[in-house]
């Protein structure tokens, strides 16, 4: 019925938008008008929907997801009945650009497809190839560790010769979510809600189907972490809805109502893996009866970072010190140690060096340091670890820099005390520091 460009065009296509197209725009339901699971680039909190939470300036997210669906294509009133199968894949790329602010690029595709019946007017893909090109961008407008609200916009190119739900002369798709997310503990729950903006183009000439108008988005999600198996459990839903009437001869109609569930394991620090299915909840275009997923997100940085303050706060922003103040409290997570190891790196000497010269300008009664480390390992593993990293810092600042051992005590609370999600890497990051905690006056 409708066909994709060829790999090779199309893969020229991507390479120039990459080039020449500004980072501008992703959502969960704007894939190919035959495709709703739409994997987010930032891989951190669910699948689909989107949470408040940005990429850290210069964090790096890759991912990869291969979906599988059966009875996903269009079908259409007074035709024979058939089966049709549809495989997808989705590569993203993630990149944290500023505090509060990320942007991504999404390039989906088919790589196979079947239907049981080629009699009638079936809807099926020329070819096999890429499909649009999708990029976006969210920025944080409040909130800290356990949730907030952000604005995502995102654009789709379609790259689909004759396609009947975009139209002939068709432009970008551009959509606009507002998004909103609170974690309660171990569990977390977000909300997504928008307006796809749609250019559509004239009907395609002998294709009973009318162009798509503009719809309404819309999507929940929660997940709980099982710290034991480092291991998230995903529930979505998600759907788009026309914001005006349509005539479409499909009985699969502009609505479209999805749920999946999930699972989310960190196999690494750096590494994890998806797997889950969804299905139908509305029996709308690409809706389909069926789903099963399987995906890879890989993180790692930051590359570049916004500032390069050593101390910081518990949220990881820079710490504002007061060396007048009876009390202050702050991390250091840029302080390196060999792994699996207590042993300081090389490059932690500049951290500590400033770290010494700060408590000797400003002067302590007393100094505590406590080690925190994140949810991988066991739990005995990580409070023995993070007792010796703590007292690894303590020796230290009495051997090098010739403190008094007397004011400085030094305690590990492994993953017993975490102050971010778990359940992503640069949560694990925040969850892997050094605080230091200083009073002033007499001892």
Same mark, same amino acid.
């Given at each position: 019925m409708y066909t994709?460009?060829?790999?090779?065009?199309g893969l020229a296509y991507v390479v120039g938008i990459l080039l020449v197209f500004p980072l501008a725009a992703g959502a969960n339901v704007i894939g190919t008008d035959a495709q709703n699971f739409n994997p987010t680039t930032d891989g951190l909190d669910f699948v689909t929907v989107q949470s408040s939470e940005t990429l850290l300036p210069g964090v790096i997210n890759i991912g990869a997801f291969w979906n599988e669906a059966w009875n996903a294509l269009p079908r259409f009133k007074g035709q024979p009945e058939y089966r049709d199968r549809l495989l997808g894949m989705d590569l993203n790329l993630g990149v944290g650009l500023l505090d509060r602010w990320d942007a991504g690029i999404s390039v989906p595709s088919v790589l196979d497809q079947s239907v049981s019946s080629q009699s009638g007017f079936a809807g099926r893909y020329g070819e096999n190839g890429f499909t649009e090109i999708k990029l976006n961008t969210k920025y944080r407008l409040s909130g800290e560790l356990d949730g907030g609200f952000a604005l995502v916009a995102s654009t789709n190119i379609n790259l689909i010769r004759n396609n009947p739900y975009v139209g002939e002369g068709a432009g970008p798709t551009f959509n606009l979510e507002a998004v909103y997310d609170h974690t309660f503990g171990k569990v977390a729950a977000a909300v997504n809600a928008g307006y796809r903006f749609r250019k559509s183009g004239t009907q395609i000439p002998g294709i009973p189907i009318q162009p798509f108008k503009n719809q309404w988005?819309?999507?929940?999600?929660?997940?709980?972490?099982?710290?034991?198996?480092?291991?998230?459990?995903?529930?979505?839903?998600?759907?788009?809805?026309?914001?005006?009437?349509?005539?479409?001869? /499909?009985?699969?109609? @502009?609505?479209?109502?999805?749920?999946? #569930?999930?699972?989310?394991?960190? =196999?690494?620090?750096?590494?994890?893996?998806?797997?889950?299915?969804?299905?139908?909840?509305?029996?709308?275009?690409?809706?389909?009866?069926?789903?099963?997923?399987?995906?890879?997100?890989?993180?790692?940085?930051?590359?570049?970072?916004?500032?390069?303050?050593?101390?910081?706060d518990l949220a990881g922003h820079s710490a504002i010190l007061d060396p007048k103040a009876k009390e202050e409290k702050f991390a250091l997570r840029k302080i390196q140690f060999a792994f699996n190891s207590a042993e300081l790196s090389p490059s932690s000497r500049p951290i500590l060096d400033e770290l010494a010269g700060y408590l000797k300008k400003n002067g302590f009664a007393t100094l505590t340091i406590e080690g925190h480390t994140d949810s991988i390992g066991s739990d005995?593993?990580?409070?023995?670890? /993070?007792?010796?990293? @703590?007292?690894?810092?303590?020796?230290? #600042?009495?051997?090098?820099?010739? =403190?008094?051992?007397?004011?400085?005590?030094?305690?590990?609370?492994?993953?017993s005390r975490p102050i971010a999600d778990n359940g992503n890497y640069q949560g694990r990051e925040l969850n892997r520091r050094v605080e230091f905690k200083i009073t002033r006056g007499k001892n």
């Open positions: 994709s460009l060829s790999r090779r065009s988005i819309a999507s929940v999600a929660g997940n709980y972490l099982v710290d034991e198996w480092d291991t998230k459990v995903i529930g979505e839903i998600f759907g788009s809805f026309p914001a005006s009437s349509t005539n479409d001869d /499909s009985d699969r109609q @502009a609505t479209s109502l999805e749920a999946l #569930l999930g699972l989310k394991h960190d =196999f690494t620090t750096n590494l994890a893996g998806h797997f889950g299915v969804g299905r139908e909840l509305a029996s709308g275009l690409s809706s389909p009866d069926f789903r099963v997923y399987v995906g890879l997100n890989y993180q790692f940085g930051p590359i570049f970072s916004e500032h390069a303050e050593v101390m910081e005995a593993y990580n409070l023995k670890l /993070s007792n010796a990293r @703590a007292n690894t810092i303590r020796n230290d #600042l009495i051997k090098t820099y010739g =403190f008094d051992g007397g004011k400085i005590v030094s305690i590990g609370y492994g993953e």
